[in-house]
Each structure stands twice: as structure tokens, then as C-alpha cells.
């Protein structure tokens, strides 16, 4: 196996919060990618990647967003609705 995969499949189950990557549900979620440059390999390379990328992770902050074409969404249902359109002719699902 890869030191890749085994890190992955030892390591990330439990250091990241799956939930907390949703910025909105179903539609967009954080990707997180995490690179390791090992420069010399002295000792036991996979303990060392993982308690590298368990402080990254757990430092880590990610910023709050809204995905602008949702708030794009919301201001033409809005209007839709403002306008007394909100009949069977639109494309929003609910």
C-alpha cells in the first residue's frame, strides 16, 4: 500500500469533522488536499507524515461562506415572490 492511502485511511476518519466541510447541504462542501515533502527519512515515516498532518488539520480554520450564486438564487425568488409569482413556473426546488 501507498504511504498515501494508508494515511488516508488510518488518519482522516479521525481527525476531520466530515460536517464541518458542508458550506451548504447537497450542493458545495470544503476539499481539502494535504501535500507532505518529506525531506529526509530518519524514523518512522508514517508516524511523522501523520502527526504532521493531524496538527495541520487541527489548526486549521476555514472562513465562512455563502456561495454566491445561492444568494443570486435567493434574490430572484424573492423577487418572484414579490412580484406574486411564485407559481408552478419556476425552476427552485424546495
Known amino acids: 500500500m ?3 492511502s494508508v ?3 488510518l488518519l ?7 460536517p464541518s466541510l458542508v458550506v451548504t447541504k447537497g450542493r458545495y462542501v470544503w476539499r481539502l ?3 507532505v515533502l518529506v525531506l529526509q527519512c530518519d524514523g518512522n515515516l508514517l508516524d ?3 502527526l504532521a498532518i493531524r496538527g495541520t488539520v487541527e489548526d486549521l480554520r476555514l472562513p465562512r461562506v ?3 450564486a445561492l444568494e443570486e438564487e ?3 425568488r424573492q423577487r418572484q415572490q414579490s412580484q406574486g409569482g411564485g407559481g408552478s413556473g419556476g425552476c427552485w426546488k424546495e
Open 2 to 4: 501507498e504511504v498515501a
Open 7 to 9: 494515511l488516508n485511511h
Open 12 to 18: 482522516l476518519p479521525h481527525v476531520v469533522h466530515r
Open 33 to 35: 488536499n494535504v501535500d
Open 48 to 50: 511523522n507524515c501523520s
Open 66 to 68: 455563502m456561495p454566491v
Open 74 to 76: 435567493d434574490r430572484l
